[in-house]
């Protein structure tokens, strides 16, 4: 038992998920079709779908949906102080008094409130975030071609990202406004089914959009650090701190890269996003405010209320999240390309402008 065990461990797709895999010879002239060669993270009988295909934008998608969705919703309490610091620093005067004041008066129960919204919110958010993000990054590298797409891959990270979180906004919108009513308003709601009628009779649809302009000013700049920021920073460690190739490292051992790198990126998203992410909780709050209204109330350092919670907050959801969609992405079997390497034919270029 136990050596067939060990004999199925030894065939097992996964023992080496980091091979690289080209395209098939053509039988017309048994030659590769010129620059189609594709990186993939596993050997091709371990993966559920071809990489770039619909099916892996999908399940990537559902990767989005299950790290964004969970990690927020687990961190609602802290983000429910967060947004009160944010709108009300008079009294709430830091992150502990907080969530004292919060427990003494709406109890355990109340630092769980806008749990559904955010549930709601971030999981749409995830599909469009990270399923459009693949996709993005892949039609932008066919765009500009393969060794364009290695020497400027931070600025392709950056528009992936940011086109991908456009559309991603668009869908969380809504639930945030919402959110931050029932988290921010005392007495308007305890539920998202009570907070979202009552929002469409006092202000109609606009109530759940007021928000939009502000939150692509707050998620955009993040998500695009987020993204850019973690690709590069696992790139780094493992040609930095890693003492082995990442082709050598266990699953376990890429996981705590991966954790790692995203906590570091999310210290950046939290710095970069923080003023925006302000505004959103204040104007959410006020009832017929404008962004620019808010801002300028606050004035430049009312707008860095809250921050050390939020580094916190953003510094954990961000690794948890890059940890949780590496985690579903080796469970679903979607390839996992390694980090970029240079181009054999801009290696050549390279060498030859060199002699």
Known sequence: MFSSLIESARQSPFKGPFSRVECEATSANNQLVPGRTIAAAS???????????TKYFMLCGIGGIISCGSTHTLLTPLDLVKCRLQVDQAKYKNLFNGFKVTLAEDGSRGLAKGWAPTAFGY??????????????????SNVIGEENAFLYRTSLYLAASASAEFFADIALAPFEAAKVKIQTTAGFANTLREAAPKMYAEEGVTAFYKGLVPLWMRQIPYTMMKFACFERTVELLYKHVVPKP??????????????????????????????ADVVVSKLNQSKGASAFTVAKNL???????????????????T????????????GLGIPR???????????????AGGQ
């Open 43 to 53: 050997a091709a009988a371990g993966d559920s779908c071809e990489f770039g295909s």
């Open 123 to 140: 999981s749409a958010q995830g599909l469009f975030k990270f399923g459009l993000y693949e996709y993005f990054k892949v039609y932008y």
């Open 246 to 275: 990442r082709a050598d490292c266990s699953k376990g051992e890429q996981l705590v890269v991966t954790f790692a790198a995203g906590y570091i990126a999310g210290v950046f998203c939290a710095i970069v996003s923080h003023p």
């Open 299 to 317: 004035g430049f350092f009312g707008m860095w209320n809250g921050l050390v919670p939020r580094i916190i907050m953003i510094g954990t959801l």
């Open 319 to 330: 690794a948890l999240q890059w940890f949780i969609y590496d985690g579903v992405k080796v």
């Open 337 to 351: 390309p390694p980090p970029p390497e240079m181009p054999a034919s801009l290696k050549a270029k390279l060498a």
